[in-house]
């Protein structure tokens, strides 16, 4: 059995798990316009980490100065504050480190950045310099599938505790704004200047976003106390298109397939954290998807209007906070959302409501066709 035993986000609407939750439960969004950033040649809506609070948060914890990029401080400062719950010993051999990342210090790129040796640019490095700084003597496992990498580090964690290599997995997604990664999307059009509105039928484009967020998994027998409960979880390619998913959902069809085959947890799901970025071709992916999985009477969510688009941390927050919401038992809203679709519909929360089951589902889709699924449980005291 793999259990949560703590976890931290780091994000625009707070520096802690308990911030962020309670400031989505109270419908913030940490969406703002920006008429001028980045150096892009367009206006941006998208979500910012407070950079002078991360820097004083970091330099309170920090026991090993160093040179620390701002993603790297993000990620180690999320690391700790996620073992500060448990009192995990992060040195220990017996804990492996997971890093999931679409670009990591892809800024250094620009020969104007200075400070920083070029190794910082490769995400191996970034995912060693953090499992470094606790002293970790494993190699870290790095996870880089586009936008399911959060969803991706957390399976390959799976695996890894299942299979005895490990008693503690730490699973961390981190990525920073930076002109090269929103002046890709710009190129698409798919980036909104309004705040997003994800499945709505006038949703118009995604809004990106900064995010540090870390899971501690466990290994454990059944009948612990910990009352959330990684169950299963699947990736599944249709390799439709370099940018756009395929147009029957395929992919997001089988991982939904996959994780859901000779369980009765699709009868009992609390609901669906879907990707929900708000792009036209996404949304209605996602509906199909969930549509022929026969789980569109499930509601379903999308905290995207909360952080924007957090990229390779996405799979990592979006879990945290749904599995606070399990435990809350409420099923959270879609920021944003008014209006659906008719030709697929779905069961899109537009206000908090009660969670009386147990499951929830978690699914993300990414560029070149990847798509991954979770599958998670409330304990409720019973065996597995």
Known sequence: MIIRIGDNIISSLGFTTKENYQAVKSGQTGLRFYGSCLDLPEPLRASFIDKERLNDCFAAICKHPGNYTPLEQAAILSASQAAEEFGIDLSDPRVLFFFSSTKGNVYLLNEKESGFSRNHIYLWH??????????????????SNACISGAAAQ????RELEAGRGDYAVVTGVDLLSKFVASGFQSLKALSTEVCRPFDVARSGLNLGEAAATLIY??????????????QGAIRNDANHISGPSK?????FLALKAILENTAAAGDLAFINAHGTATSYNDRMESIAITRAGLNTAPVN?????????????????????????????????????NGEQEYPLKVARTISPAEKSHFVKTLSGFGGCNAALLFKKKNGAEY
């Open 126 to 143: 970034t995912a060693r310099v953090v499992a470094g700084y606790f002293h970790n003597p494993n190699t870290p496992v790095v996870v």
């Open 155 to 158: 399976i390959a964690a799976l």
């Open 218 to 231: 466990k290994r454990a027998p059944a009948g612990d106390k910990e009352d959330i409960v990684l169950l």
């Open 248 to 252: 029957t959902g395929e992919g997001s």
């Open 302 to 338: 999308s905290l995207k209007g909360y952080f924007g688009h957090t990229l390779g941390a996405a799979g990592v927050l979006e879990s945290i906070i749904s599995m606070q919401a399990l435990r809350d038992g409420v099923v959270l809203p879609a920021y944003g959302f008014e």
